[in-house]
T-cell receptor
Framework: QKEVEQNSGPLSVPEGAIASLNCTYS??????FFWYRQYSGKSPELIMS????GDKEDGRFTAQLNKASQYVSLLIRDSQPSDSATYLC??????????FGTGTRLTIIP | DAGVTQSPTHLIKTRGQQVTLRCSPI?????VSWYQQVLGQGPQFIFQ???????GRGNFPDRFSARQFPNYSSELNVNALLLGDSALYLC???????????FGQGTRLTVV
């Protein structure tokens, strides 16, 4: 049974600070790793994908992957109130199926 | 470019009824997957179709079925609805080979 674990939060971060979201996964055969943002009542929106060890930056977002530790993280710099949402970590293996964590609820405090 | 489109957006059904949800993928994407998301949980995998063939099935009862059409659109059918089937049903569109999946706006199903 593949598992993806996230701290459900809520995580509260002051506006302008760095938000750090973490995720661990159980299947060592996992190939692709994704972060989705989901606003309340809406569908998940893809914000980052990462496929190899190391860091990947896109604007204010940085994804980090460590396959040896089976660990994925997302950093959000200069956090804005509009970043308040639930962040879902998702992992895809050779079966092409996405396995999601339960999500971390992030609140940016003005 | 149109994204993933799902219909309807909201639906209310009575226990025991049947429902059909529809999804049109992003142009050029040949893979469609269906997920169920209940409140407070991450999406759970139901089905995956690629090139009109079922490529994966999650841990859902046989009341759930799906198909993919020659134009790569897809339908999810749920028979004999239970109260516990109330959820947000999500369709994801992707190419194949570990690439990114993009979700439609979802169908909110309420079973009463």
């Amino acid at each position: 049974q593949k598992e993806v674990e996230q701290n459900s939060g809520p995580l509260s971060v002051p506006e302008g600070a760095i938000a750090s979201l973490n995720c661990t996964y159980s299947d060592r055969g996992s190939q692709s790793f994704f972060w989705y943002r989901q606003y309340s009542g809406k569908s998940p929106e893809l914000i980052m994908s990462i496929y190899s060890n190391g860091d990947k930056e896109d604007g204010r977002f940085t994804a980090q992957l460590n396959k040896a530790s089976q660990y994925v993280s997302l950093l959000i710099r200069d956090s804005q109130p509009s970043d308040s949402a639930t962040y879902l970590c998702a992992v895809k293996g050779l079966d092409e199926k996405l396995t999601f964590g339960t999500g971390t609820r992030l609140t940016i405090i003005p | 470019d149109a994204g993933v489109t799902q219909s309807p957006t909201h639906l209310i059904k009575t226990r025991g009824q049947q429902v059909t949800l529809r999804c049109s993928p992003i142009s050029g994407h040949k893979s469609v997957s269906w997920y169920q998301q209940v409140l407070g949980q991450g999406p759970q995998f139901i089905f995956q179709y690629y090139e009109k063939e079922e490529r994966g099935r999650g841990n859902f009862p046989d009341r759930f079925s799906a198909r993919q059409f020659p134009n790569y659109s897809s339908e999810l059918n749920v028979n004999a609805l239970l109260l516990g089937d109330s959820a947000l049903y999500l369709c994801a569109s992707s190419a194949w080979g570990g690439t990114e999946a993009f979700f439609g706006q979802g169908t909110r199903l309420t079973v009463v």
